[in-house]
């Protein structure tokens, strides 16, 4: 099962998973997403699922193997100035939503002693940069969230893996730049600061890598025999930033 299937890396992370002959259950935030990818891949069972509702206890009748959870959102801007119902609404996705599902298809993998969850962290969810400090909170909770589990759930046959891509180009990236500027102008802070904030958005969005490098390592991930803590994509990912 993976979440957030309608676009991006969990889309095309289904489309190649179906491709292997893995049954996949792709589910999307919106139906308009789940009747796009149906026509797209009729072997595919497309499933509407918000995470952040009651949505997910339909997952207590499907027999899940392996959780990917990828769906998110992204906001971007200066933490002295972010309104909270901006970064609460981001918590509520990428935190809490992860959590309600996780903990729903839990309930199956623990009944029979085994499965495995792979947690769509980020490069963000190991280090913060101006601009990009809010949705870095929300990467670093869910790497403090899947290193728990990972520890909790061994004994139970259940493996937790994180993976932490760097740029890729989904347009993920490119709308998660821009958020800021829906609210966030260039006198909000002086304008050193605000000039900083555009620099790292062109930054971010300029040289973006082939996302199926991500969706091909998911599925390694979902075929392996183990995995490590963290997966980083490209590998060479933290070198490039300086971080060892």
């Known amino acids: 099962m993976i979440t957030g299937a309608g676009s991006g890396f969990g889309r095309l992370a289904a489309l190649e998973l179906a491709s292997r002959g893995h049954h996949v259950i792709a589910t999307t935030e919106t139906e308009e997403q789940a009747a796009t990818l149906r026509a797209e891949s009729p072997q595919l069972q497309v499933e509407k699922l918000d995470i952040t509702t009651a949505d997910v206890d339909k997952v ?39 959590m309600n599902v996780t903990q729903a298809v839990l309930k199956g993998m623990v009944a029979k ?55 890729y180009l989904t347009g993920f990236n490119d709308r998660m730049a821009d958020s800021m500027w829906e609210w966030f102008g260039d006198q909000s802070l002086n304008g050193s600061e605000a000039e900083l904030f555009h620099v790292i958005g062109d930054f971010v969005t300029t040289g973006q890598r082939d996302p199926m490098e991500v969706a091909n390592r998911l599925v390694e991930l979902v075929e392996a025999e183990t995995t490590t803590e963290n997966n980083f994509v490209p590998e060479d990912i933290r070198a490039q930033l300086g971080l060892g």
């Open 60 to 98: 207590h009748a499907w027999d899940i193997d392996v959780l990917i959870d990828n769906a998110g959102a992204g906001q971007t801007g200066p933490i002295a100035d972010v309104p909270l119902e901006r970064l609460r609404y981001l918590f509520e996705v990428n935190v809490f939503g992860t």
């Open 113 to 167: 002693k085994s499965g495995r969850i792979i947690i769509m962290s980020s490069i963000a969810g190991v280090l913060s940069a101006p601009a990009f400090g809010p949705y870095s909170m929300t990467k670093h909770a869910l790497e403090a969230m899947g290193k728990a589990m990972r520890g909790e759930l061994a004994p139970l046959g259940i493996d937790v893996t994180l993976i932490n891509p760097g740029p």
